[in-house]
């Protein structure tokens, strides 16, 4: 059995494929293992400062990764990871400026009506929108922001201007996570188009979300360390034919190119990595599905800071709305000796503001960053605060070509489609990873994919051997 690609999904399935009684083996084109899991230290010194330049939060409602992380025993290494709006002190882009969270609300529902001076609500509802636009705004990427404020602040509005709210006010607050929780009927607000959106928002913003205290690669690390099989990096797969009874594997090590026969194959490269791939043998609709899966784009700035400064300015954690180009910013905690310094998630951005500050050479990528976020946080531009900076744009990473797979705007029927086809064997040739899943861009995407992948292969194959038998 060979498994190509060693992220989460590659990983997921050898280990599940091995627990059936398989022999596996794992081929990885990059040298690293982990695929979108990438945790970046900022030296080799133990408990040097870390950060997240792929996945970096857990939703505790993942129940397939929350299992991993018992079954790879890294249970003690969960700690809560606070996200945008947690921290009162962090600040939230608004129509008047950088305000504080605690402060924001006023502003923001003058931002609101705004954006929507064509309808009338009532305050309640004016104020939920107004906290749910700011997500949106924080998560969702410049072009689908212009769908939000047509489809959403009114279509959605309508709907939620028929409850009562006064369950979900909080001060000056709505507690959007307990509204959808008793209301999820409201998500599927105009067939459903929105509700991959909002799902993602929720998850985003939760209060349930988790990480691995020491990085989430250890979860890759862990894994490859349970396979009887070996894990091989530098074996970039340039060609798949599927034919009747095996498939044959284009693969180019270094400067050499062979192909290999195999019986079965799992294969975990996303979409927009196949598609650069010479196919043959594949079937109409699974070329169509992975020439149209969309994938968005993610690009993380990351500094090294001689001291958290964002302590002394009465930010315990969680994330700021920047907004600009900076978008979204992290304030880790500081786990190592504090003499390391400490680090800094400067700038998470998605889709096409992710495209803008991706397609700038890394030293002008994180000198805009600086000088932008150095508006909020002046101390990052004194003299020797920020002492390295590191940045990931993954829309151009060669191993992935995108962050992940996006089915925010299709409907429910559209979506569970693509879902479908993408997951769909080709004969002997098998799929996995977070695009063949119901959890998008997540890492319980992945290994939702990779359990449900192995346990057809071992279907296929008891059939396979059954038939041979008679």
């Not at 790879?72 to 962090?90: E, H």
């Not at 799992?266 to 169509?288: A, D, H, I, Q």
């Not at 449900?452 to 292969?457: K, Y």
């Amino acid at each position: 059995m060979t498994v190509i690609g060693a992220g989460i999904a590659g990983l997921v399935g050898a280990y599940e494929l091995e627990r059936r009684g398989h022999d596996v083996e794992v081929l990885e084109g990059s040298g690293r293992i982990g695929g979108r899991v990438y945790t970046h230290r900022f030296s080799s010194d133990s408990g040097a400062p870390s950060v997240e330049l792929g996945a970096m939060r857990i939703p505790v409602e993942h129940r397939h990764a929350m299992h991993y992380i018992t079954e790879l025993g890294l249970a003690d290494k969960v700690r809560v990871f606070r996200s945008l709006f947690s921290d009162d002190g962090a600040y939230c882009a608004t129509g008047a400026g950088h305000l504080r969270v605690r402060d924001a609300a006023r502003a923001l529902v003058d931002d609101f009506r705004r954006a929507v001076p064509e309808r009338r609500y009532a305050d309640d509802s004016v104020l939920f929108g107004a906290w749910l636009m700011a997500a949106g705004n924080a998560i969702a990427p410049a072009d689908f922001r212009t769908d939000l404020r047509r489809d959403l602040w009114l279509d959605l509005l309508d709907a939620v201007e028929r409850v009562d709210l006064s369950p979900f006010l909080r001060h000056d607050r709505v507690d959007l996570h307990a509204f959808f929780a008793l209301h999820p009927e409201i998500r599927m607000t105009g067939n459903g188009r929105l509700d991959r959106f909002l799902h993602d928002v929720l998850s985003e913003t939760s209060p349930d979300l988790v990480r691995l205290a020491g990085g989430m690669d250890q979860l890759a690390h862990r894994l490859a360390g349970r396979l009887r099989g070996p894990v091989v990096c530098g074996q970039e797969v340039v060609g798949l034919t599927v034919r009747e009874h095996d498939v044959l594997v284009a693969i180019r090590d270094g400067d050499q190119f062979r192909t290999r026969r195999c019986d079965y194959v799992l294969c975990t490269v996303p979409f927009s990595g196949l598609r650069r791939m010479w196919l043959s043998g594949f079937s109409r609709s699974k070329l169509e599905v992975i020439r149209d899966m969309t994938y968005w784009g993610a690009t993380k700035v990351a500094f090294h800071c001689r001291e958290p400064f964002w302590e002394q300015d009465d930010i315990g954690g969680g994330a700021t709305f920047a907004g600009g180009l900076v978008r979204q910013t992290y304030y880790p905690p500081v786990e190592g000796d504090p003499a390391g310094g400490a680090a800094l998630l400067a700038s998470y951005t998605i889709g096409a503001d992710a495209d803008v500050v991706d397609r700038m050479p890394d030293s002008v990528r994180h000198a805009v960053v600086l000088q932008e976020l150095g508006r909020i946080h002046p101390e990052l531009l004194r003299p020797g605060m920020v002492l390295d900076a590191v940045s990931l744009a993954w829309g151009r990473y060669w191993w992935s070509g995108g962050a992940a797979s996006v089915r925010w705007g299709l409907d429910t029927v559209a979506g569970e489609t693509e879902r479908v086809r993408a997951a769909e064997p080709e004969n002997r040739l098998f799929f996995a990873g977070e695009h063949c899943s119901s959890t998008t861009a997540w890492i319980e995407g992945a290994i939702e994919s990779a359990v449900d992948a192995a346990r057809e292969i071992d279907a296929f194959t008891a059939r396979a051997r059954l038939v041979g038998a008679r």
